[in-house]
């Protein structure tokens, strides 16, 4: 529940809880196994899977496996402190890369990576935006605000 908490002469604003939707491991195997259903059924070849850091990092690798497929980290992170770095993605825009991120949330890391990587192909594993067209999506969440929880973000 969200409000003001009071200690002391200091004002807290309390963010409400945000409901959330934990994502198992067996729900990412079943969604890099549709991606990558979809890549093949394309036809579509496939040399480099770039990862996005954090989130895309571990369908990244497990796809780039299934594709036997180079698999480059990269860190591009808009959530945590707006940091970003492009010089692993300027490098590898070309129609056989493909962008792996957990999902299309707010669209800005997308949004952003396109600027620096038009040719490259996409795939996440939820997309929350339909006016955000992704390559290979395993899975639409269309205008759901509730938290993903996946598996890595346990501790």
């Not at 491991?25 to 059924?41: A, L, M, S």
Request: net charge negative; glycine share 8%; hydrophobic share 40%.
């Amino acid at each position: 529940m969200g409000g003001t908490v009071n200690i002391g002469k200091k004002h807290f604003t309390v963010e409400p809880e945000i409901e959330t939707v934990p994502i198992t491991w067996q729900e990412v195997e079943d969604c890099v196994r549709t991606i990558v259903g979809k890549i093949n059924f394309n036809g579509t070849k496939i040399k480099t899977v770039v990862g996005l850091s954090r989130g895309g990092l571990v369908p990244g690798v497990m796809i780039s496996h299934h594709l036997n497929a180079k698999f480059v980290p990269v860190v591009w992170q808009t959530r945590d402190d707006n940091v970003q770095w492009t010089n692993m993605i300027q490098v590898h825009d070309s129609e056989d890369v493909l962008i792996v991120d957990d999902l299309i949330d707010s669209g800005r890391t997308y949004e952003q990576i396109k600027v620096h990587a038009p040719k490259a192909k996409w795939a996440v594993m939820y997309n929350k935006r339909p006016d955000i067209k992704i390559d290979f999506v395993a899975g639409n969440l269309y205008n759901d605000s509730r938290w993903l929880d996946f598996p890595w973000e346990k501790v």
